[in-house]
């Protein structure tokens, strides 16, 4: 029933020999792995003129200057990933490069803040691309987080199908998405200089200010506003790890599909800045400051009042760039799909999380990283009530800590390179490369101070918190799987055979099963064969004794005293006082089992059977053996040959019969 | 830590010889066999006059007559009960009795009827309790749920410790009821012949009637308020369960014990009822309908209301009115914690209820009935919202399904006894009997028509469904055991032996838990054996058998192709296929298992072999064999041998060594 529903969501199990790599020309690679950085847009310009507003009005004008420096910022990364795209051919995500040039520990904070982000990235994108959608259609908003739980469903779904990456899935979102924003900057920059600027429908609201705009808060809110800007930069990073995807020349195409990219993100960025103050776009953290608006009013993100003031609302420019920026916002979360399965098989196969996230499910996808992806995202949705503006403060810390730790990495790398080349030419082109990554690393690691000092008391601390955890967790995993690894080394001397086989067999009713174990125990030829049977009460032993005589069966019958009518105890005590008699022995112990059809069956049967074989595994020198009776109800779907028929002759000496009269 | 909770809790075990029966002189039996009944008074009056308050206050003239119907009603119950004494000193119960005259069936309802009445004492006699309680402190109101659930999981806790029913414990409440009732039923007849009528706090309220009260409409209330008031005979069966609990002569004790108990209650039950009408009582189901009331005006119960108004509430009469009130009802809850397991535990034994039931835990008590009777009340008391009222609208129809059954069962009884007694005094004394018990069923049959007919939407269509389901429940486990015990029954022939047996160790590395597993299974000396491996990658496949070799291990290693990566499916046609080729001979497969000492350890190992393992015992002719390997973590608290000493001489010809080089 599980098995059909499973099947009928996710598919039929496909074969190992399916797994294969398509390599992307560059106008498909952009798609599938910019579709993170170029969705950023949707958000950051609106994160700068949050943060400026709790200022009110009067700090709207650092908007270029804090844009103008997110630019930069991006221009610098873009430009440092570019050597990673270089040196690192097969793929140089944060946690590969760190591990090669950092070290373990590293590697395994770059681990828990990928980890951490992807998470996030989920979050945010999925609140982003509802935000879109609910801006179109206001009513929508109550409905928020429900929405996002759907897309995180569906996007769970696809995943655990598998998806063929054709590329083409991804164009259109993204071709669309950049089309149709620079199709709205060109119009409505066109429009501004034929003298019809567009205006936002908060155009005319006064902003009041929540913190006072003088001093020193006047830098603070500066660089709040410029942390929240760089969300522009999020995602940067999956270019360098797809290199092994693209075409060749692999690396010089990933390269120049990384700058392609950033040229886009600025363009675009600043252009939807500029609009957005051309347009007097006004947004809040809190509804409340504004000044001026109407009762009732519902605030829409900043993209969709600069799309209402250049197409209007409700015409198909507004909904295309709605739609599109939706898209391509679930897309992003889609690539988180991809990269949070693969990073935990690969900490999984390094022995840093649970083994189970290294298997492939049956259609061919890391399922169970897919799953918790879906279950931590979905949770912080929830928690924080859908909110992009909430979750962005927990996203930026994560992404440049795995900046830093990479572009630091790339200078030892180019470091370690410049102490094996003599060659001028060669020395000269390692040097720029190290001066680009070392300005990389200094630039990003001076913003993740930034961004931990302004954020962090706005949620980012979560972070801060999580990422240690997830890091002892890791390590505390990884000396587990050590310490069991060096227990289970073979010995050079080998294993001793034990000298003698004691076989014990449970008896609670002379019934098939336990004629079936007897006749099994035998036929395995123990030194020794024992029945043992727990005493329920004077009257069962007795009546089980007369059986056993009556049947003539030839093979003693031990009884047990349970004084507390619990038989594990006393089992467990003989077993250990066999093995103190015969410490160089093994003793098997044969229990009968009744297998069932149906679950509810097992309340029926009394389990302690099963208890007793779980505190039996604990003892040394012992091996439990599950004789299973199938009852016919377990029987329904087995294609299996049926007892042999009795008539059949058997080979003298071996066989034998055990019972009867 | 469980168990060491569960210890603080519920007490050491104690041994099954500590089981024994002390017997009980009349003059505690009463209280331990009777507060059942007794505290009916409780409730009884308030609920007739419940039900008339439909019509309004002109039918309150009907309370008389219908109380003394319901006396009349005790009287011929408790005469037909005495008979069943006698006729069962070893226990009459209505399962018992049903079961010797009226066969299976019968008996089975009674026993559908008897569980259900069990949970239904629980839940009416801790709400009636609680009632008591917040009648007295009626700002404990809102938390009546709470405090309900509170006394039923102390009520659990002290049944699953086990109670050595000392009598005393049960005579202080019992006795005290009875004597704080009688004082108060005295004090307000004297109040009322020296001319000082106690009135009740609500006598001055009139009340809106809810349906009319004319013509058909009165005969449906005054059944309605019979059917109520019947409520005065639950638990009347209890003394004829109990005889075999008395002092010799058992059966005359017993009757003449439920005698004095219906002297009793008849005589409160009247005197109660007169105060409540020379007071005036007003109680309305629906608060709403009392005019007159002050605003926020809380109803108290009908005892409380005379209580207050024959002592004034506050004062030392009242208050011990109601805590003795409050303890007998909590006494009888008390009464179906040692009757509905025990039933469970006779129904279990003959195969009508899963067999746990009819296991004794450590306490020597049936823990497992205790805690689902626990379960079931606490559940209707959290759905009906401890209200009394509404929840005995589903308590009658048990009560009286199980009279009826064991009254005609009675007839049958005596109409059997007649046809072998020819002596003419005893034939008539039979003819007596049998006239008495005929009268009782007669009357208790007709009473639970008027019962079904005028409590059906009431609720009691609830239990109407429930009896009906839980006998076919109990109908359909006796045919499962049934069916399964002619399964199991041993065939005259005996059981074959096998002719050989091979041996199939599962490989997934070559590491000590593997060793020890093919040293087990060589050490038993199989037909063949086989280590088996499932190809996870060609690398891995090709590591493994390197290392094998390097080894020089003397079992061959075969590998199964597992295209969908899942081991299970290829293992098991292996073993399938294995069976069709050797028909008769025995499948024995070696998993190495590793047993870890904490819960979150199997999280980081992979369980594929659990899997495996429940699947292969749905195959015939095969042993599913567990090697455990004790990981370190799990031996912190065992106190078995370890390993033999490698140094100790083998002895030849039967051990040697796999391994090593």
């Known amino acids: 029933?599980?098995?059909?529903?499973?099947?009928?969501?996710?598919?039929?199990?496909?074969?190992?020999?399916?797994?294969?790599?398509?390599?992307?020309?560059?106008k498909l690679a952009l798609p599938v792995f910019c579709s993170d950085p170029l969705s950023s847009n949707a958000y950051a310009t609106e994160e700068i003129l949050r943060a400026l507003s709790l200022g009110g009005l009067a700090l709207l004008f650092l908007t270029p200057w804090i844009?103008?420096?997110?630019?930069?910022?991006?221009?610098?990364?873009?430009?440092?990933?570019?050597?990673?795209?270089?040196?690192?051919?097969?793929?140089?995500?944060?946690?590969?490069?760190?591990?090669?040039?950092?070290?373990?520990?590293?590697?395994?904070?770059?681990?828990?803040?990928?980890?951490?982000?992807?998470?996030?990235?989920?979050?945010?994108?999925?609140?982003?691309?509802?935000?879109?959608?609910?801006?179109?259609?206001l009513t929508l908003k109550p409905a928020a987080v429900l929405i996002c739980l759907f897309f995180v469903a569906v996007l769970t779904l696809v995943n655990l199908r598998g998806i063929k990456e054709s590329g083409t899935v991804f164009a259109v979102p993204t071709y669309g998405f950049i089309a149709v924003l620079f199709l709205m900057i060109g119009w409505g920059l066109w429009r501004t200089s034929s003298g019809h600027a567009p205006q936002a429908e908060s155009a005319s609201f006064g902003i009041a200010p929540v913190h006072s705009a003088a001093g020193v808060a006047v830098l603070l809110l500066a660089l709040r506003a410029f942390s929240q800007g760089c969300t522009a930069l999020t995602g940067v990073e999956a270019v360098s790890n797809g290199v092994p995807n693209f075409k060749a020349p692999k690396s010089r195409n990933a390269a120049n599909t990384i700058t392609i990219m950033g040229g886009i993100t600025i363009a675009m960025f600043a252009g939807v800045t500029a609009l957005a103050l051309i347009?007097?776009?006004?947004?809040?953290?809190?509804?409340?400051q504004l000044i001026g608006a109407p009762a009732g009013y519902e605030q829409r993100t900043a993209i969709a009042q600069i799309a209402g003031a250049v197409f209007g609302y409700g015409t198909a420019g507004f909904l295309l760039v709605q739609a599109f920026t939706a898209a391509i916002l679930i897309l992003a979360a889609n690539t988180a799909f991809n990269g949070f399965p693969i990073l935990a098989s690969i900490l999984g196969h390094d022995g840093?999380?649970?083994?189970?996230?290294?298997?492939?499910?049956?259609?061919?996808?890391?399922?169970?990283?897919?799953?918790?992806?879906?279950?931590?995202?979905?949770?912080?949705?929830?928690?924080?009530?859908?909110?992009t503006s909430r979750l962005i403060q927990l996203y930026i810390i994560g992404v440049f800590v795995s900046f830093t730790l990479s572009q630091t990495g790339m200078v030892r790398h180019w470091t370690t390179a410049l102490q094996v080349t003599r060659d001028p030419a060669g020395r000269r082109r390692l040097h720029r490369s190290r001066l680009i990554n070392g300005v990389g690393a200094a630039l990003t690691g001076v913003v993740l101070v930034v961004v931990l000092i302004t954020k962090f008391t706005h949620g980012a601390y979560l972070v801060v918190i999580a990422m240690p955890a997830?890091?002892?967790?890791?390590?505390?995993?990884?000396?587990?799987?050590?310490?069991?690894?060096?227990?289970?080394?073979?010995?050079?001397?080998?294993?001793?055979?034990?000298?003698?086989?004691?076989?014990?067999?449970?008896?609670?009713?002379?019934?098939?099963?336990?004629?079936?174990?007897?006749?099994?125990?035998?036929?395995?030829?123990?030194?020794?064969?024992?029945?043992?049977?727990?005493?329920?009460?004077?009257?069962?032993?007795r009546a089980l004794q007369g059986e056993w005589a009556q049947r003539g069966i030839p093979v003693t019958l031990t009884e047990l005293e349970a004084p507390y009518r619990d038989i594990t105890g006393p089992v467990l005590d003989y077993v250990a006082d066999l093995r103190r008699r015969h410490p160089r022995d093994l003793v098997v112990i044969y229990l009968p089992e009744y297998v069932?059809?149906?679950?509810?069956?097992?309340?029926?049967?009394?389990?302690?059977?099963?208890?007793?074989?779980?505190?039996?595994?604990?003892?040394?020198?012992?091996?439990?053996?599950?004789?299973?009776?199938?009852?016919?109800?377990?029987?329904?779907?087995?294609?299996?040959?049926?007892?042999?028929?009795?008539?059949?002759?058997?080979?003298?000496?071996?066989g034998g019969r055990i019972t009867e009269q």
Chains 1, 2 share one sequence.
């Open 279 to 288: 347009a007097h776009v006004r947004v809040a953290d809190d509804p409340a």
């Open 470 to 541: 997830i890091f002892a967790l890791m390590k505390a995993i990884e000396r587990h799987y050590r310490r069991v690894g060096a227990e289970l080394e073979p010995d050079p001397g080998g294993m001793v055979l034990p000298s003698r086989i004691h076989a014990v067999v449970l008896v609670s009713r002379l019934h098939k099963p336990t004629l079936r174990a007897l006749a099994y125990a035998r036929a395995t030829r123990p030194d020794t064969l024992t029945a043992l049977t727990v005493a329920g009460s004077p009257e069962d032993v």
């Open 67 to 137: 844009a103008a420096s997110v630019a930069v910022l991006l221009a610098v990364v873009v430009a440092s990933y570019r050597q990673t795209c270089h040196a690192y051919p097969t793929g140089g995500g944060a946690y590969a490069v760190s591990r090669a040039n950092l070290g373990r520990n590293a590697a395994l904070v770059a681990a828990s803040a990928l980890l951490v982000d992807y998470v996030l990235t989920v979050a945010v994108s999925v609140a982003a691309g509802v935000d879109a959608i609910t801006s179109a259609f």
């Open 596 to 654: 069932v059809g149906h679950w509810w069956e097992h309340l029926l049967h009394n389990q302690s059977a099963l208890r007793l074989k779980a505190r039996l595994l604990f003892q040394r020198g012992v091996m439990v053996t599950s004789v299973p009776w199938q009852l016919t109800s377990s029987r329904a779907d087995e294609r299996v040959p049926q007892q042999p028929t009795p008539a059949a002759p058997e080979p003298a000496g071996v």
């Open 1 to 26: 029933m599980f098995k059909w529903a499973k099947r009928l969501v996710v598919g039929q199990p496909l074969r190992s020999e399916r797994l294969g790599e398509t390599l992307l020309p560059k």
């Open 352 to 387: 840093y999380l649970p083994k189970q996230f290294a298997r492939r499910g049956d259609r061919l996808v890391f399922s169970n990283g897919i799953v918790i992806l879906a279950a931590l995202a979905g949770l912080l949705i929830w928690v924080f009530d859908a909110s």
